[in-house]
């Protein structure tokens, strides 16, 4: 069997956090590719492993390509590690990944720690449909013009911020996507300072920028899509009509429903039809 080579993830955080398959795999090739050859070393150093650590970054993957890619013909088995979490995911080694492809090199997943899956599965938010979008462009007219884009789709958004700009995209965000669209803030996963909230974008705007401490360390946003939006209005009509009807009949309570919330009179005198026979069923 020829040379391997394995996409390796590693703590986001909490070292505990890495697999006996990932130190073993670690251990046992020839060489490992880094994005960060200090940061790395010190994973390295923590868990007794001597292998022998070469740089790969964004800066320098194309020109790389070609020496690595030599090591592997050559029968070295070699391993691709990020400064944390799941390489290739907002980190360099798709391009590295892609060429041992191309060569007929076997390429093995060592699955592990990932931010955006983290954060998805503990703010409560739909996770059947989602989308990963990354980091937005730094300039706000460039991420402005990405968030319309991205303004009416329908599944769970994941996106990737940086602290020195999390204000202002959040701002943003609101802006586009609206005040109450819910959103999910997911900041130093498992690590010590460790925040996940669930909120509208136009809470977690304040809430944000009224605590400097949240401005710091990795961030990870989960926004709904633009159906859980329509589901929240749905509930709160819903909840509005109920208590209207248990004073109102059903054209008063609709007219007044309406006039509250803006939506036209025959789709609150539809719904509030539908909830009456609904109680009177049950």
């Given at each position: 069997m020829g040379a391997q080579l394995f996409v390796v993830a590693t703590p986001i955080g909490h070292l505990d956090d890495i697999s006996y398959r990932a130190i073993n795999v670690l251990k046992s090739v020839n060489i490992i590719a880094a994005e960060d050859t200090r940061t790395s070393a010190q994973l390295l150093k923590h868990f007794n492993i001597q292998t022998p650590l070469t740089a790969c970054h964004d800066h320098n993957e194309s020109n790389k390509i070609t020496q690595l890619i030599q090591r592997l013909q050559n029968g070295e088995d070699m391993a691709l590690i990020s400064d944390a979490g799941t390489p290739l995911i907002s980190d360099p080694g798709f391009k590295l990944v892609r060429a041992a492809q191309e060569h007929n090199i076997r390429v093995i997943p060592v699955p592990g720690a990932c931010a955006a899956i983290a954060a998805l599965s503990a703010v409560g938010l739909p996770s059947d449909r989602f989308s990963f979008e990354g980091f937005l462009p730094s300039k706000q007219s460039q991420r402005l013009l990405a968030l319309h884009k991205l303004k009416d789709e329908t599944q769970t958004m994941i996106i990737y911020e940086a602290p020195h700009r999390i204000v202002a995209c959040l701002k943003d965000m609101a802006e586009v996507f609206g005040a109450e669209r819910p959103v999910g803030f997911a900041r130093e996963i498992t690590k010590t300072f460790e925040t996940i909230k669930k909120m509208t974008l136009g809470e977690l705007a304040v809430f944000v920028e009224s605590d400097h401490n949240q401005q710091k360390g990795e961030i990870v946003l989960v926004i709904g899509g633009a159906a859980e939006?329509?589901?929240?209005?749905?509930?709160?009509?819903?909840?509005?009509?109920?208590?209207?009807?248990?004073?109102?009949?059903?054209?008063?309570?609709?007219?007044?429903?309406?006039?509250?919330?803006?939506?036209?009179?025959?789709?609150?005198?539809?719904?509030?039809?539908?909830?009456?026979?609904?109680?009177?069923?049950?």
């Open positions: 939006e329509k589901d929240l209005e749905q509930e709160k009509l819903d909840q509005l009509l109920t208590r209207l009807l248990q004073d109102l009949s059903v054209k008063a309570a609709s007219q007044l429903a309406a006039d509250l919330t803006g939506i036209k009179k025959k789709v609150a005198y539809q719904r509030a039809l539908e909830l009456t026979q609904h109680n009177e069923e049950s």
